[in-house]
């Protein structure tokens, strides 16, 4: 079926570890957007890329990187992981600026 | 200051009934849209509905319709005809223009409960 392909599903690190979150869309959108998601706190978003070859910080940028590979694959990086970064981290991808936005499946990652 | 607010963390609903979740949102732009999207326990986002600014009509889509009322700012959505699988955390979303591109800002969300 046609989405967004999220891996790994679960993570477990240790402080200062590093690891890439990577992520792909089939639909062939332009933007793609990493997000993540803390009890309580709706989904805030992390960074993005409006089109291939461009990134973008967005509202909780600090500790993370990403590479927007070709139109489909937009990986998330943590260099060196920290117990605040524990928390549910969901990919998206948007074709028109009025299409409902696409979310993969959620990688949940845990920092000990 | 919040862009999405959704002041009801928590709502109970009978099945069968109808049950409206809140959400409240800020800017100043006049192009924007509204998403609702709702989130199973499994975890994954599932969107529901969407509300263009411009749009005269309020959307819906089968028992889904978002009650758009611009003047006070308020996209609330409304399901008709609750059923146990509808039970479930709602996210209100706003897409906005900002830095010359489109961005997509949630509110906290409201968890729903349907009760037989």
């Known amino acids: 079926n046609a989405g967004v392909t999220q891996t790994p599903k679960f993570q477990v690190l240790k402080t200062g570890q590093s690891m890439t979150l990577q992520c792909a869309q089939d639909?062939?959108?332009?933007?793609m957007y990493w997000y993540r998601q803390d009890p309580g706190m709706g989904l805030r978003l992390i960074y993005y890329?409006?089109?291939?070859?461009?990134?973008d910080k967005g509202e909780v940028p600090n500790g993370y990187n990403v590479s927007r590979l070709n139109k489909r694959e937009f990986s998330l990086r943590l260099e060196s992981a920290a117990p605040s970064q524990t928390s549910v981290y969901f990919c998206?991808?948007?074709?028109?600026?009025?299409?409902?936005?696409?979310f993969g499946s959620g990688t949940r990652l845990t920092v000990v | 200051a919040q862009k999405i607010t959704q002041t009801q963390p928590g709502m109970f609903v009978q099945e069968k009934e109808a049950v409206t979740l809140d959400c409240t949102y800020d800017?100043?732009?006049?192009?924007?849209?509204l998403f609702w999207y709702k989130q199973p326990s499994s975890g994954e986002m599932i969107f529901l509905i969407y509300?263009?600014?411009?749009?005269?009509q309020n959307a819906t889509e089968g028992r889904y319709s978002l009650n758009f009322q611009k003047a006070r700012k308020s996209a609330n959505l409304v399901i008709s005809a609750s059923q146990l699988g509808d039970s479930a955390m709602y996210f209100c979303?706003?897409?906005?223009?900002?830095?010359?591109?489109?961005?997509?800002?949630f509110g906290a969300g409201t968890r729903l409960a349907v009760h037989p």
């Open positions: 998206a991808s948007r074709g028109t600026p009025d299409s409902g936005y696409t």
């Open positions: 639909m062939n959108h332009n933007s």
């Open positions: 890329s409006a089109s291939e070859g461009t990134t």
């Open positions: 800017t100043s732009d006049q192009s924007y849209g």
């Open positions: 509300q263009g600014s411009y749009d005269e």
């Open positions: 979303a706003m897409r906005e223009l900002s830095g010359g591109y489109n961005k997509l800002i």
